[in-house]
Nanobody, 122 residues
Framework: QVRLVESGGDSVQAGGSLRISCAAS?????MGWFRQASGKEREAVAT????????ACADSVKGRFTISQDTGKNTVYLQMNRLKPEDTAMYYC??????????????????WGQGTQVTVSS
């Protein structure tokens, strides 16, 4: 079992920055951040493997969002800069135990957190 607890969601102004965290208990080989805005489908944001290789999955976040990990804390972060109102969503982290170099497919992740809300106002 992998238990995931997200934190750090907040309400911010457009153009601002926010870092959200996902603390994991148990081992994993890949971790990802996904988001779902009200009335929209879930979208992959970024994923990372245990070697620290990150992948930006959504074109809209490339150059603005960075995924990283602290192996000592078994925690993955999503640093979000130059936030836009369209980034408003519930952000979920997800974990996968079987290693893959990279994936942005939600179906590849078997463990999910409860989510943390990010709201960006204009």
């Amino acid at each position: 079992q992998v238990r995931l607890v997200e934190s750090g969601g907040d309400s911010v102004q457009a153009g601002g920055s926010l870092r959200i965290s996902c603390a994991a208990s148990g081992y994993w080989n890949n971790m990802g951040w996904f988001r779902q805005a009200s009335g929209k489908e879930r979208e992959a944001v970024a994923t990372i493997n245990f070697e620290g290789s990150g992948t930006a999955c959504a074109d809209s976040v490339k150059g603005r969002f960075t995924i990283s990990q602290d192996t000592g804390k078994n925690t993955v972060y999503l640093q979000m800069n130059r936030l836009k109102p369209e980034d408003t969503a519930m952000y979920y982290c997800a974990a996968r135990r079987r290693f893959t170099v990279r994936t942005c497919a939600a179906i590849d992740f078997g463990y999910w957190g409860q989510g943390t809300q990010v709201t960006v106002s204009s």
